[in-house]
């Protein structure tokens, strides 16, 4: 059981951009049989959160809070200044009160992804800084994210703010903080035991949150699609400049080593898209989730991209190892 949950998850993470993409399609067509389950994926997006919380404890946490200027800057750049670039893009691209542009804006504030510990490792990033940062932003983005949707839409559209707190302490801090606590509790061995089958039962639920959500905005998609040509590039731009600033904002630290250039860029470019899909269906139009679904079509081959580019102009000739144990990533 150990070897084939293993051998899954491995399989998983190598064909992770084919998968995800795949699902949403899935999800699309599959839209009518697949809407009655649509309710469930707040709580299996919870599930994930918990198994991605069980690899970090707070000898990862400590590690950050002792140097926090990465932190600080991957907070700044994601949740400051690119979700100012979303905007701008949307405000030129579609005008400042559209539904397209709160999607977009949407996308930069939802917390760091998951996913980017796994590119962060194969990019011979720094991976305990980046699980670190992941579990963070996470917990934080109980206030980040509605302070952030109040300060960009607070006049133009109506939320509970209120209610959307609750939702993200029951299925992100929550999950967290009993995924963090059950590490310490372990000592790190809990994870380690249960990897066979808690591992490939995450990536399973990040595959389903993704196909659900997907089969729920399929009927509002087909009724958009002359909207594409405009929402489609917008959505590329807002990724890709995202990856950027994280590379090139990371300068702003001193001397800062290849890896931290690494792990920026793919905190800054990768979002917890799962999570946006749940905000965005949950509190908005499905107009203003498009943006957010296309934001996984188009994250995961970027990173691809974004990995080849870094092999080929910024190898790495003698990979240090991180001070903290790397832990498996969870989806």
């Known amino acids: 059981m150990r070897s084939w949950g293993l051998s899954f998850s491995k399989g998983y993470e190598k064909y992770m951009f084919l998968i995800i993409p795949a699902s949403l399609i899935i999800g699309f067509i599959l839209s009518h ?46 949740h400051g200044v690119a979700p100012l670039l979303a905007y701008g893009i949307g405000w030129l691209s579609f005008g400042a009160h559209s539904d397209y542009t709160v999607g977009l804006v949407l996308f930069t504030i939802i917390p760091l992804g998951v996913s980017s510990v796994l590119w962060v490792g194969l990019s011979h990033g720094h991976v305990p800084l980046m699980l670190a940062m992941v579990v963070l932003d996470s917990a934080l983005s109980l206030l980040v ?63 389903a949150v993704v196909m659900l959500n997907a089969a729920a905005i399929a009927p509002h998609v087909t009724q958009l699609k002359h ?50 899909m749940v905000i965005a269906m949950t509190y908005f139009s499905p107009k203003a989730s498009v943006p957010v679904v296309l934001g996984i079509m188009v994250q995961q081959p970027l990173a691809t991209l974004f990995h080849a580019c870094v092999k080929k102009w910024v190898p790495s000739h003698s990979v240090s190892q991180p001070t903290v144990k790397t832990i498996e990533t969870n989806n």
């Not at 405009?230 to 995202?242: C, T």
């Open 33 to 78: 049989w697949l809407m009655p389950f649509v309710s469930w994926s707040p709580y299996i997006f919870g599930y994930v959160t918990f198994v991605m919380a069980l690899g970090c404890g707070i000898e990862h946490l400590k590690w950050v809070v002792k140097r926090p200027a990465p932190m600080i800057l991957t907070i700044i750049l994601s």
């Open 145 to 207: 994210v509605p302070g952030l949707i109040e300060a960009f839409f607070g006049t133009q559209i109506t939320f509970d703010s209120v209610k959307l707190m609750k939702d993200l302490l029951v299925i992100v801090v929550l999950p967290t903080v009993v995924g963090v606590t059950l590490y310490e509790i372990s000592r790190g061995k809990l994870k380690e035991k249960t990897a066979p089958i808690a591992i490939p039962l995450s990536k399973l639920g990040f595959t």
């Open 227 to 276: 909207d594409m040509v405009l929402v489609i590039p917008s959505v590329v731009l807002v990724v890709g400049l995202s990856y950027i600033l994280g590379f090139y904002g990371s300068n702003l630290l001193r001397k800062p080593s290849r890896e931290i250039k690494i792990t920026l860029s793919y905190a800054s470019g990768m979002r917890n898209i799962s999570l946006g």
